[in-house]
């Protein structure tokens, strides 16, 4: 049975393995934001603004959840990078069946947490009453199959750990496609409103998932644990958890921040809230090579920790912020000369209100993306090396910077206030991740 083709990011030119690693990932996320912005777009021009609100309202709640769902399975995902890269194969299969275990355990609390809490926390965040149940409907679907979404992001997750970017971007076209395809059988032809956007994306990933242990199990044996290798390793177990959720609370404590600003555009009305669902998702599909140059030096870094060559990880991680600085450059001259054309392909509506609202938010973030690209690019790299708390650190000032603009600036400043929390909440996050980064002992003792 011919083997997947993995890349070792161990050895040779750096840049040359970041690209080669890098590409199949920013396509395979491409596809990613395309089949999560295919149900924006579709709503928005099949079922009008106010469908498109009732989506964009929840937003940092799906976020939340789906973020610690995803950080988690990234950070098993670390821990297994590191084994590889220490070529210690035993271990790598118990790490592989612990991390099974574990994501079914916690995906079964957070369907839990979500099926408690999901309601009360949209009437907390201010949801418009118009909007309420529509939103509701769309966000318990979602949130309901977070183990699918969990146990697929793993899958993707050991494969990348392993240098393997190829299989998990045939896996997504797949399911890219096909997320398309239904969101428009079930919102045109059968009627079912936002429910069947988020039916459509349940389905998608459920397809992901399957066909990525699929291709763990014929051709990625390294990866398939035997019975023996389900018993439980308290250690091995700690270590997991202690990345998984650092990666994962990393990313709910970003949430958090969102969740907070959410609060205070909700009750800004809800061609605002349009006009921000649009600007994010137009944000998401521009800032995805950062995602995914950071997602690159995340198992870049993990394999050289294991390998024990931190001269390479410098390297490694100067070469990534020249290339996501390049791309910073390139995308803000892109904004400033068409984001209201942007933001009304994006959303299908010719209402000025929304594309001028949609492209300042555009137009007030897009210099900063060289801070945010750096600041992506130090925290994966922080925690590749293992140094969880810090990153940790970089999302508590985030929530804290969020939360300061959400309760005392935006009501004075209004949507203005929405448009610079990020830019400054992501400079003060660049400067504690640089010092933190340059000043630890292993990046210290390069010479």
Same mark, same amino acid.
């Given at each position: 049975m011919?083997?997947i083709?993995?890349?070792d990011? !161990?050895?040779?030119? $750096?840049?040359k393995?970041?690209l ?8 395979s996320?491409?596809?990613q934001?395309?089949y999560n !912005?295919?149900?924006?777009m /579709?709503?928005?021009? #099949? &079922?009008?603004d106010?469908? &498109? +609100?009732?989506?964009?309202? !929840? ?6 959840i789906?973020?610690f769902?995803?950080g #988690?399975?990234s950070?098993?995902?670390i821990?297994i990078?590191c084994l590889?890269?220490a ?11 612990s991390s099974l %275990?574990?994501?079914l355990?916690?995906?079964a ?9 999901l309601?009360p926390? &949209?009437i907390?965040?201010k949801t418009?009453?118009?909007i ?6 769309y966000?318990? %679907?979602?949130?309901?199959?977070v ?8 899958g993707a997750?050991?494969?990348?750990a392993?240098?393997d970017?190829i !299989?998990?971007l045939?896996v997504l076209?797949i399911?890219s496609?096909?997320?398309i ?7 045109t032809?059968? *009627?079912?409103g936002i429910?069947?956007? +988020?039916?459509a994306? #349940?389905?998608a990933?459920?397809?992901c998932? /399957?066909?990525?242990f699929?291709?763990i199990l014929r051709?990625?044996k390294v990866?398939?644990p035997?019975?023996?290798?389900? *018993?439980?390793?308290?250690?091995l177990?700690?270590?997991?958890l202690?990345q ?6 990393m990313l709910?404590i970003?949430?958090?921040g969102?969740v907070a600003l959410q609060?205070?555009?909700?009750v800004l ?6 006009a921000?669902t649009?600007?994010?998702?137009l944000f ?6 950062f995602?995914t140059?950071?997602?690159a030096?995340?198992t870049?870094?993990?394999q ?6 931190y001269?390479?990880i ?5 070469q990534a912020?020249m290339l996501?600085?390049?791309y910073?450059?390139v995308v803000t001259?892109?904004?400033?000369l068409?984001?209201?054309f942007l933001?009304?392909v ?7 209100f %929304?594309?001028?609202t949609?492209s300042?938010y ?5 210099p900063?993306?060289?801070v945010l690209g750096v ?8 925690q ?5 708390i $810090? ?10 910077g969020?939360v300061?603009?959400?309760s005392? &600036? ?6 203005l206030?929405v448009c610079?929390?990020?830019p400054?909440v992501w400079?003060c996050m660049a400067?504690?991740?640089w010092?933190s980064?340059?000043r630890?002992?292993?990046i210290?003792?390069?010479?």
């Open positions: 011919m083997q083709r993995t890349i990011l !161990t050895r040779g030119s $750096i840049m393995a970041l080669l690693f890098a590409v199949p990932l920013f396509i996320n491409l596809f934001q395309l !912005t295919a149900d924006t /579709i709503v928005g021009n #099949v &079922l009008g106010q469908s &498109l +609100a009732a989506i964009g309202s !929840t937003s940092a709640v799906f976020e939340l789906i973020g769902a995803n #988690v399975g950070g098993f995902g821990v990078a590889w890269g070529n210690d194969r035993e271990k790598l299969k118990k790490a592989v069946a %275990i574990l994501s355990m916690l995906s609390v957070l369907m839990i947490v979500s099926f408690v809490a309601k926390l &949209l907390l965040l418009p009453a118009d309420l149940e529509e939103a509701y409907g966000i318990s %679907i979602i949130c309901m199959a183990a699918i979404t969990m146990l697929y992001n793993l997750a050991l494969l990348r392993i240098g970017s !299989t998990p045939i076209l399911a496609v096909l997320n395809a239904l969101d428009f059988l079930f919102m032809r059968f *009627s079912m429910a069947g956007a +988020a039916v994306t #349940v389905i990933q459920g397809v998932c /399957i066909f990525c699929w291709f051709r990625a990866l398939v035997s019975r023996k290798d389900f *018993s439980f390793d308290s250690a177990c700690r270590e997991l202690e998984g959720f650092s990666m994962g609370f709910s970003v949430s958090l969102t609060s205070s555009i909700n009305g809800t061609q605002i809230i349009a921000h649009t600007a994010r998702k998401g599909l521009l800032t995805m090579p995602a140059v950071a997602a030096i995340a870049f870094t993990s050289n920790k294991g390998a024990e060559q001269d390479r410098r390297q490694g991680v100067y912020n996501t600085t390049i910073s450059i001259i892109l904004i400033f068409s984001a209201p933001v009304h994006m959303s299908g509506s010719s209402d000025p %929304i594309l001028q949609g300042m555009m137009r007030i973030n897009s900063f993306f060289i600041l992506l690019n130090l925290r994966n790299a922080l590749g090396m293992g140094r969880k $810090i990153p940790l650190f970089s999302s508590i000032i985030e929530l804290v969020k300061i603009f959400a005392l &600036l935006i009501p004075f400043m209004g949507y206030g610079f929390c990020e400054f400079s400067l504690q991740l010092f980064f340059y630890s002992e292993e210290r003792a390069v010479k």
